[in-house]
């Protein structure tokens, strides 16, 4: 069977291929992400996961081997105990059933080994585990399963970015092995911006896979599996289905978008939970300490910062304290809200600031009790 015939179509005039959209760019006013048309899926439903052909694509599949995910119902904190793990994950899952997990960025220069071990040093006893996923700065990155090696070979956890935008499903499928083979906690699985943006824009885009079809192939993989979705993006009021889906598909955590007020968020989990899907929260936390740091968020698309947040620490006399301060006082809000079971405090500083951001990061991370021993 051709895989490609039996993908499920996509619709039509999205740049992204995309058959489950939309994604999570679409603009405040409901243009595309890289368009100034409208995001063609304003108007249609969301699409349930699996549809028929993607059911018909997975059996010739040699990671899927014909399942295609969880079954649709709860999926909260005991199903993630059955089903095999890599080390780093069964870790990850016994600091959440104990406290609150830290999970960071790591603000390591792209393509530098050296990079990434100083900041190791740094972080290493302040957080649990780190993220390092797409950068806006630098499209052209080492593959996520070397750079797992070169954070799990400098003492620090891994939860590695995986996008559609570069790889074709093969390519993906043996990257999610290696990421596995090198012991990576989890993956987060993402279908990555377009090329358009960012610094490559020569390069012609993938999207042979989109998000959520990568899920249950890092499933299969041994992987544990967190989805990104962006509760104020249009069409807000199907961004808690799209979720509902993604752990349909066997998502395990969700990390959202920068919604705006905790409360804003606490709504989102309430919408997704009365659909029938308790899938937990990893909290996105922003952290700023300079202008240009600052700048890079607002670059996000459909991020949104709480009142005042950015204000508060560039107007302050030590930006680095307040910015601090400000990411430590939201995260302890943010854990307060039932369904969220850890944060992941990220952002962007000034090139050639990236140790200082790393010790941004331990700082928040320490004082939230990342890094503990269990
Ligand atoms: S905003 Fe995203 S999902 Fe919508 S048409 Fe553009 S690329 Fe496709």
Not at 29 to 48: H, K, N, Q
Not at 164 to 175: K, T, W
Not at 310 to 331: K, M, N, Q, T
Not at 345 to 371: K, M, W
Request: include cysteine; aromatic fraction near 4%; hydrophobic fraction near 45%.
């Amino acid at each position: 069977m051709n895989l490609l015939l039996a993908s499920p179509a996509a619709a039509p005039g999205c740049p992204k291929l995309m058959h489950y959209g939309p994604c999570g760019g679409v603009s405040a006013d409901g243009s595309c992400e890289i368009a100034p048309t409208p995001c063609v899926f304003l108007d249609r439903p969301t699409v349930a996961w699996p549809d028929a052909a993607e059911a018909a694509s997975a059996r010739p599949d040699p990671l899927l081997n014909g399942s295609l995910g969880a079954a649709p119902g709860p999926a909260l904190l005991p199903s993630l105990s059955p089903g095999r793990r890599t080390p780093a994950g069964e870790e990850v899952l016994a600091i959440i059933r104990s406290r609150p997990l830290v999970m960071t960025g790591l603000p390591a220069v792209p393509m530098d080994s050296a990079s990434i071990a100083a900041c190791a040093d740094i972080m290493r006893d302040s957080v649990d585990v780190v993220l390092s996923g797409d950068s806006g700065r630098a499209r052209v990155q080492f593959p996520p399963s070397y750079r797992a090696e070169l954070i799990r070979r400098n003492g620090l956890r891994a939860w590695l970015g995986v996008n559609c935008r570069d790889r074709n499903r093969v390519a993906l499928e043996g990257e999610l092995l290696a990421l596995a083979d090198a012991g990576v906690a989890g993956v987060h699985c993402v279908t990555g911006d377009h090329t358009d943006l960012g610094d490559r824009a020569d390069a012609k885009p993938v999207f042979d896979l989109e998000g959520i079809q990568l899920v249950p192939r890092a499933r299969a993989a041994g992987l544990l599996v967190s989805v990104a979705e962006s509760p104020a993006s249009p069409p807000v009021d199907r961004r808690a289905a799209r979720l509902i889906e993604k752990a349909h598909a066997g998502a395990e955590f969700c990390l959202p978008q920068y919604a705006g007020e905790t409360s804003d968020l606490a709504r989102y989990i309430d919408e997704v939970r009365a659909g029938g899907v308790d899938i937990p929260f990893v909290a996105g936390v922003p952290v700023v300490i300079d202008r240009i740091g600052a700048e890079l968020l607002a670059s996000f698309a459909a991020a949104i910062l709480p009142a005042g947040f950015i204000e508060g620490i560039l107007d302050a006399r030590d930006p680095f304290e307040a910015g601090i301060r400000a990411s430590v006082a939201l995260a302890e809000e943010l854990l307060e809200l039932d369904g969220v079971v850890g944060i992941a405090a990220a952002g962007g500083a000034q090139v050639g600031q990236e140790l200082q951001f790393a010790r941004a990061l331990a700082r928040i991370g320490a004082e939230l009790g990342g890094g503990a021993s269990l």
